[in-house]
Each structure stands twice: as structure tokens, then as C-alpha cells.
């Protein structure tokens, strides 16, 4: 069965540094999205993409994050200066087109910034 | 942000107990989905739910989109050991018609 897949499992780096976090969709979907989730707490919505744009993006995202989908099946995020309170566990989710939000997770990536 | 109130924020039950937990909005949702979450994984689509009253199974568990199109429920029949998670809710507001509304989650633990 298809799914989506995260690299790497885990990141740790150091604050003010950059990281890139990637993602491969299910090769059939076309709306990507990134969402985080601090430990113990909820699932928060970062941004939604399609037709290789943002469609949609929270108050988190900010002008330190990016999101790309640089070839026909990555879809990264970028985190240009890392903070503390970065660190998340980042899942990268993806849909296909007639159902919408049926989103399918990947399994993530944990982020700690140090 | 918009919230959904997701409850209970905690179950700890008797294998081979039924559950019941349900979400509450604030406004009308077009859609409802239910995920499940184990330690270390991403959310599971366990159902989606798309129009007012519909009831869904999938196996041992139901969801039903409440008809005031502002709650939704999840029910697991018989539980077993590894149906242990977190359940979270989330939802479409009518009113946004991209982003999903996540509830906090509802910590299940099931006693063999």
C-alpha cells in the first residue's frame, strides 16, 4: 500500500541553524501539507500546498519557514533559523484530488533544536 | 485559533470494553475525520465523515456525524490492547475550505 515517507526519523541541531525537512507524497496526491505536533499536545496545522503554491498557511508559518516541492515527488520544508521552541515532531501529509481531507501522515520527522 | 473540544481528554478501560468519545464545535463543519496516533507514529485516517447524520464503520468502530453539524462521535466496540492511542478528532469549518481543525486528542488505554 502506498504511504507517505519522512526523512530523516530524527534531527537534532543546533539554534540558528537551518534545516530541511523532507517528504515524499503518495505519488498520485496533490495536496501536500506540513504539520507539527509538540510533544504531548496537539496536532497544529503549518501550510498547505497545491499546484506548487501555498494555498493556506498558519500564524506558526512564518518568514522563517519555506516549503518546496523541488522535483515530482519531494515536497520539503525549511526551517531557516532554527528556534528552541522549534522543536516538534514535523508530519508531512498528503491527499488526493476528490478527497480532500483525507489526509494520509507520514511517519515524521523529530526536530531538536539544542 | 479555532478549537474542537474533544472529550474525554482520557479513557482507561477493561479489555473488551465499549468506548465513547466526541467532539464538539463551536460552528458547522462540513466534514469530520477521526485518527488514530501510536507512540512514535503519524496520525491513521480511521473514517471520514462528509454529511450531517451519517454513520460510518470501520470494524470495531463507528463515528457518526451529529445532525446540528457541530459534534461528531467515535465509538470502538469489544476494545483490545492495541487499539491503545490517542483518538483525535478534526474537522472542515464550513467557513474555510482548506484547513482542518484539530481537537487535543483523547488518550486511550485498555487494561488486559
Known amino acids: 500500500e502506498p504511504e507517505v515517507t519522512q526523512t530523516p526519523s530524527h534531527q537534532v541541531t543546533q539554534m540558528g541553524q537551518e534545516v530541511i525537512l523532507r517528504c515524499v507524497p503518495i505519488s498520485n496526491h496533490l495536496y501536500f501539507y506540513w504539520y507539527r505536533q509538540i510533544l504531548g499536545q496537539k496536532v497544529e496545522f503549518l501550510v498547505s500546498f497545491y499546484n506548487n503554491e501555498i494555498s493556506e498557511k498558519s500564524e506558526i508559518f512564518d518568514d522563517q519557514f519555506s516549503v518546496e516541492r523541488p522535483d515530482g515527488s519531494n515536497f520539503t520544508l525549511k526551517i531557516r533559523s532554527t528556534k528552541l521552541e522549534d522543536s516538534a515532531m514535523y508530519f508531512c501529509a498528503s491527499n488526493r484530488e476528490g478527497a480532500q481531507y483525507e489526509q494520509y501522515f507520514g511517519p515524521g520527522t523529530r526536530l531538536t533544536v539544542t | ?112
Open chain 2, 1 to 112: 485559533g479555532q478549537q474542537l473540544n474533544q472529550s474525554p481528554q482520557s479513557m482507561f478501560i477493561q479489555e473488551g470494553e465499549d468506548v465513547s468519545m466526541n467532539c464538539t464545535s463551536s460552528s458547522i463543519f462540513n466534514t469530520w475525520l477521526w485518527y488514530k496516533q501510536e507512540p512514535g507514529e503519524g496520525p491513521v485516517l480511521l473514517i471520514a465523515l462528509y454529511k450531517a447524520g451519517e454513520l460510518t464503520s470501520n470494524g470495531r468502530l463507528t463515528a457518526q456525524f451529529g445532525i446540528t453539524r457541530k459534534d461528531s462521535f467515535l465509538n470502538i466496540s469489544a476494545s483490545i490492547p492495541s487499539d491503545v492511542g490517542i483518538y483525535f478528532c478534526a474537522g472542515r469549518d464550513a467557513g474555510n475550505n482548506r484547513k482542518l481543525i484539530w481537537g487535543l486528542g483523547t488518550s486511550l488505554a485498555v487494561n488486559p
